[in-house]
């Protein structure tokens, strides 16, 4: 299975922007690369997803490396209810479905 | 807008009883994920299926079963409850399942087994 690797922790101030480094260097050329959140006591959201060209919606915008080898998320004004354990997932499974291998994620705390 | 259903949402067990976990996809989603989420860990898939057949298998325990209904909700039946089956499950759904498609989260069901 790819893996994906991103910091434990990180922290930022409200309303800055907030960079998440994700890195999957042995990412296969059909892979996307999936970013959910999950809030404290609530089930994992679906945040933002791309295969290879960058991607902007309502909530964040992720930037994916030429060679895929790694991406970053990006919250351009993080607020506190942004405070969440942000994972970086690759896609992976049969024909049907697609299950969602959750790693370690990073845990974002945002200060007042 | 309609959002996946769980029930129950809190569920006291003892060891060695049964449990049914209830889960209703948004409407027109035709597959349904099962993960569970001991404390501290991270979510992790169990199982799930796709116009209600069986689709893949993770790290289902042999004591838990699960199917999904011609009206594409979905049951995890557990059986001989033990200490450690604690946690939080979740039930996910997408439609027409395929490596684009956005899973959709419900609240989730604690158990507790004591």
């Known amino acids: 299975d790819a893996k994906t690797t991103q910091p434990n922790s990180m922290e930022s101030n409200e309303e800055e922007p907030v960079h998440l480094p994700c890195n999957h260097s042995t990412i296969s050329g059909t892979d996307y690369i999936h970013w959910y959140r999950q809030l404290p006591s609530q089930g994992p959201e679906y945040v933002i997803h791309g295969l290879t060209s960058n991607v902007n919606n309502r909530m964040a915008s992720l930037a994916i490396a030429e060679d895929r080898k790694s991406s970053t998320l990006i919250l351009h004004r993080a607020t506190l209810r942004d405070a969440a354990v942000y994972y970086c997932i690759l896609s992976f499974g049969g024909a049907g479905s697609y299950q969602l291998t959750f790693g370690k994620g990073t845990k974002l705390s945002v200060i007042p | 807008a309609a959002g996946v259903i769980q029930s129950p949402r809190h569920l006291i067990k003892e060891k060695r009883e049964t449990a049914t976990l209830k889960c209703y996809p948004i409407p027109r989603h035709d597959t349904v994920y099962w993960y569970q989420q001991g404390p501290g860990q991270d979510p992790q898939f169990l199982i799930s299926?796709?116009?209600?057949?069986?689709?893949d298998k993770g790290s289902i325990p042999d004591r838990f079963s699960a199917q999904q209904f011609s009206d594409y909700h979905s049951e995890l039946n557990m059986s001989s409850l033990e200490l450690g089956d604690s946690a939080l499950y979740f039930c996910a759904s997408s439609e027409r399942g395929g490596r684009q498609n956005i899973q959709y989260f419900g609240a989730g069901t604690r158990l507790s087994v004591l």
């Open positions: 299926f796709y116009e209600k057949m069986q689709s």
